[in-house]
């Protein structure tokens, strides 16, 4: 069974500029949530998507954005990108809403210069 | 404000031998807490998780402890092996806030010495 993919692996960008992360959940999970995460803060949560719904949100500005696919794809996007963006964006999916067991990707890997 | 504490970023242990990993949680509405362990390069993976209605949960070498009353848990893993060596990282959820919405510590980086 194919993990979870996310797509850029690393990218970098610079201050001001926009960027959109993909993650392709394991086949027949239908939750996608977004975590960020810095060497000082650990693992973050951003939000959860679920039947192209968002159904949780995490304390961050409204930079931060995702989207889920029928497929259950799901992007991110961060806009008008600042230096304290620069963080491994992981991706996770579960099979449902409320099972606590998320199976991460590897993540993407973004630094703003 | 970090809800769940993990105050030892490292711990090293000979292999063969007990290596205990401690966590603290602040918030009382925590109902589900899970480790995670993740190596180099590599998303985390889920290792063990218990509810809050108990107070261990076993899967082979892998023990986690729930002490509620001082919000605190721990993951015990014996015999610790090298291929042990990870960061581990201890999560929490609630009910009212999302159980897929899990709040994180900073992670203990755990070394098992041949």
């Known amino acids: 069974k194919a993990g979870v993919t996310q797509t850029p692996r690393y990218l970098i960008k610079t201050r001001g500029q926009q960027v959109t992360l993909s993650c392709s959940p394991i086949?027949?999970?239908?939750?996608v949530s977004w975590y960020q995460q810095t060497p000082g803060q650990g693992l973050q949560f951003l939000f959860e998507?679920?039947?192209?719904?968002?159904?949780n949100k995490g304390n961050f500005p409204g930079r931060f954005s995702g989207r889920q696919f029928s497929n259950s794809r799901s992007e991110m996007n961060v806009s008008t990108l600042e230096l304290g963006d620069s963080a491994l964006y992981l991706c996770?999916?579960?099979?449902?809403?409320?099972?606590?067991?998320?199976?991460f990707g590897e993540g993407s890997r973004l630094t703003v210069l | 404000d970090q809800q769940v504490k993990q105050n030892s970023p490292s711990l090293s242990v000979q292999e063969g031998r007990i290596s205990i990993l401690n966590c603290d949680y602040t918030?009382?509405?925590?109902?589900?807490f899970l480790w995670y362990k993740k190596y180099p390069a590599e998303g985390p993976t889920f290792l063990i998780s218990?509810?809050?209605?108990?107070d261990k949960n076993e899967d082979g070498r892998f023990t986690v402890f729930l002490n509620k009353s001082a919000k605190h848990l721990s993951l015990h893993i014996v015999p610790s092996q090298p291929g042990d060596s990870a960061v581990y990282f201890c999560?929490?959820?609630?009910?009212?806030?999302?159980?897929?919405?899990?709040?994180f510590g900073t992670g203990t980086r755990l070394t098992v010495i041949p």
């Open positions: 996770a999916s579960s099979l449902g809403l409320y099972t606590g067991e998320l199976f």
């Open positions: 086949s027949g999970h239908r939750s």
């Open positions: 998507y679920f039947s192209e719904t968002q159904r």
């Open positions: 918030n009382s509405m925590f109902d589900y």
């Open positions: 218990i509810s809050s209605i108990k």
């Open positions: 999560a929490a959820s609630a009910d009212q806030t999302g159980a897929n919405n899990l709040f």
